[in-house]
């Protein structure tokens, strides 16, 4: 590559900055360029970099000049100025796939609708815990690219979003993991479930047969595509239902791992992380130590001492008999259907926010069974009510967390559970979910 290859990032967030860091030290000519403002702490990073770097516009010719994109996850690929760049025949790809050239280590990545952030968190507990020297990086919030940049590891666990998976042209990760695939973010994709699908499935598309593709054997969507799919890489499923020759199974209250004509197991009930989605999350991180031959004694300690993640029904406090619950990070319906299962108590849910097209219609169930009341937390709560209107006695409407936790407080009795799990984003009243989650455990806090 030569010193004059011109690159333009598109976002100068966490990713942008990140691709632009790594591209400087290896000879481009970087330009980054971000319609809206740049965080103070990016921009500091750009000029102690001494990167090129506007902000609040697009300069058309300049990006058009590149030889190639770098696109933030968040840019969809349908505006006009991606269309403008491809339409150049200037090559658009993720952060992810610009890091992935310039690294020789060995990389897991991990996607899927639900689980992603708390699998990946596991297995890169897994791998530190014995030893390996290993990042954690991609959507959990930390760049690849500024990674390998500053202290380029031997081993990365990458969480990957499906807007990161469409970027990648050529990135093969060595351990791919795909764990379920349920509607979400359907809105970026034209509302067609098969191109969500599609994305989900590029994780593996680029695999040879010496590297491996674990995936979930009980999701019907997976299997579906699986059936219509040459995967080169070698299979390894993992199920709660099916005893297998060669993957993950639950079988007489153990956790088994057959692999490479080894066998591991331990007692569900010792897993730190509890609920039947978290057996999937455990099942497939175990896989992972299991391919890297990790000591079955390390790989059992971290799976009974793992710290759960902050925002994933995280226990906030219990106020006069009422557990408080946040689960903010919740943004799709199949992630709220997972908490709703996993309560033994009567729920005050509140719920709302941003809808990406939320169908839900299974979570009706769920909420006959043990939801006395809902509160409602967003802009727009109508999709709520026409759901649930039928089965719940009681829909209040609030416009913050504070008076959504004073609602709840109210009519919460000693035994119940308030389980903040939105099924929904954030952005209409938060910055994220975890600036949701944060509020809302100061105001039970407050109390």
Known sequence: MGKSKKLAILGAGESGVGAAILAKKMGYEVWVSDKGKVAGKYA????????????????????????EVVKSPGIPDDIDLIK??????IPVISEIEFAGRHTSATTIAITGSNGKTTTTTLTHSLLKNAGLDVGLV??????????VAEKDHEYYVIEMSSFQLDGIADFAPDVAVLLNITPDHLDRYDYQLDRYVDSKFRITQNQTDNQYFIYCLDDQLITSRLQQTNITAKCLPFSQYQVLAEGAWIE???LIINLKKKRFEMFIYDLALQGRHNLYNSMAAGIVARIFDLR???IRESLKNFQNLEHRLEFVAKVHGIEFINDSKATNVNSTWFALETMDKPVVWIVGGVDKGNDYASLVPLVKKSVKMIICLGNDNRKIHEAFSRHVDLIVNTGSAQEAVKVSYHFAQKGDVVLLSPACASFDLFENYQDRGWQFKNAVKAL
């Open 84 to 89: 403008r760049i491809r339409g150049k025949g």
């Open 252 to 254: 007489d209250q153990k």
């Open 138 to 147: 991609g959507n959990i919030g930390f760049s690849f690219a500024r990674q």
């Open 296 to 298: 079955k004694d390390g």
């Open 44 to 67: 500091k990073a750009l000029v102690e970099h001494g990167i090129d770097w506007e902000e609040g516009t697009h300069t058309l010719d300049r990006i058009l000049s590149a030889d």
